[in-house]
């Protein structure tokens, strides 16, 4: 930089007292020069200060902005807290809203299983009452089957014995066979 030689030239030159003791004279040309040269110590002397306040604003702006990140990163922490927390108290929430609706589930398929156990033992026992009455229907039917041949066999036999030749139905030659049901098999026999 071409500031600093000219101020580095300056600090090399003996001071203004020091050349008049050397008798020297003065004119408006060295007058002028001193002048310069006053201003430029002086503004040299102006630039150090200035860049002495700038390394203190610089070290002020440093340390704010250490303390700003050391508070960001704790809130950030709390904040990853908070939501950790939050987030493990709502899992915990679902995990309970899970739990109970699994035993909800379960006992609504116990109280199925009850009821369709109960609704198969009555189904089977009303079966089987019905059953029952089905069979006693049908040996009373058989009875009475039984009885209703027994009575048009013994029928048939008084009216073969009784001699009707002008009778148009079966004769006592025709008939060969008689069906009889006992106890509750079609029985055959011949009748002469």
């Known amino acids: 930089p071409p500031m600093a030689q000219a ?18 004279c003065t004119s408006a ?18 630039q150090r200060a200035a860049q ?6 610089k070290t ?4 704010t902005t250490v303390k700003l990140q050391e508070q960001h990163q704790t809130e950030v922490k709390e904040l990853n807290a908070r939501i950790s927390k939050m987030i493990e108290a ?17 006992q609504m398929q116990e109280r199925h299983t009850k009821e369709m156990r109960r609704i198969q033992e009555d189904h089977h026992s009303h079966m089987s009452q019905e059953l029952l009455r089905h069979v006693e229907d049908v040996r009373k039917m058989q009875v009475e089957y039984r009885s209703q041949l027994k009575g048009v066999g013994a029928d048939m036999r008084y009216l073969s014995n009784t001699g009707m030749t002008n009778w ?21 026999s011949m009748v002469a």
């Open 7 to 24: 101020l580095q030239n300056l600090d090399s030159l003996p001071p203004f007292s020091a050349r008049r003791a050397m008798g020297g």
């Open 29 to 46: 040309q060295v007058i002028a020069s001193q002048r310069e040269l006053q201003a430029l110590r002086e503004l040299q002397a102006a």
């Open 52 to 57: 002495d306040e700038m390394a203190k604003v």
């Open 60 to 63: 002020q702006h440093t340390e």
């Open 90 to 106: 709502t899992s915990e929430e679902n995990r309970k809203i899970q739990e109970a609706h699994m035993d909800e589930m379960r």
């Open 168 to 188: 148009c139905g079966v004769s006592n030659m025709a008939m060969a066979k008689q069906a009889t049901v006992g106890n509750g098999i079609l029985e055959k």
